[in-house]
């Protein structure tokens, strides 16, 4: 179990170039799929707390957080016996996808609070597989996983608040 720091192991650079953009593309789907429930007036009804993030947040540091994801994977990619931790990330990817048809789509405050814990546990599980590969893959998912741990509490104060 060693952490590396190092430039992964290379493979033909048109096939890195290739796997690169089909991580971004698998990671930004998975935010599209997100996206198809968008929070709508039930939202904005809901009681929120006052440190509640302004609209405007989510857009950047969700775009920021799926290019970090798909750096991540793809560095992970490039590294022998990779399929447990890119199991975990397309695990991952799903859980992400979940949480918003759950939250914004169904409504289901608490069954999306045990969603987004489903997902944050995930999130640890693929970043500490992905330190043991490459620590610069493991270092991009601290802050998705501190975004999610950030999202899960805000989940929790919604589901109590409402």
Request: charged share 10%; glycine share 6%; with cysteine.
């Amino acid at each position: 179990m060693t952490t590396e720091c190092l430039e992964p192991q290379t493979r033909s650079k048109t096939l890195q170039g290739v796997a690169l953009c089909g991580f971004v593309i698998l990671c930004f789907s998975a935010a599209a799929l997100g996206a198809l429930t968008p929070p709508g007036p039930w939202y904005q009804a809901l009681a929120k707390p006052s440190w509640n993030p302004p609209a405007w947040v989510f857009g950047p540091v969700w775009t920021l957080l799926y290019l970090g994801m798909a750096v991540a994977a793809w560095r992970v990619w490039r590294k022998p016996q990779a399929q447990l931790a890119l199991f975990a990330f397309g695990l991952q990817l799903l859980l992400n996808a979940a949480w918003s048809p759950i939250f914004f789509g169904a409504h289901a405050l608490g069954w999306a609070l045990v969603e987004i814990l489903c997902l944050l546990l995930t999130i640890i599980w693929t970043m500490v597989l992905f330190f043991r590969r490459d620590c610069w893959a493991g270092m991009l998912f601290v802050p998705y996983a501190m975004w999610v741990s950030f999202a899960s509490f805000l989940n929790a104060t919604l589901w109590r608040l409402n």
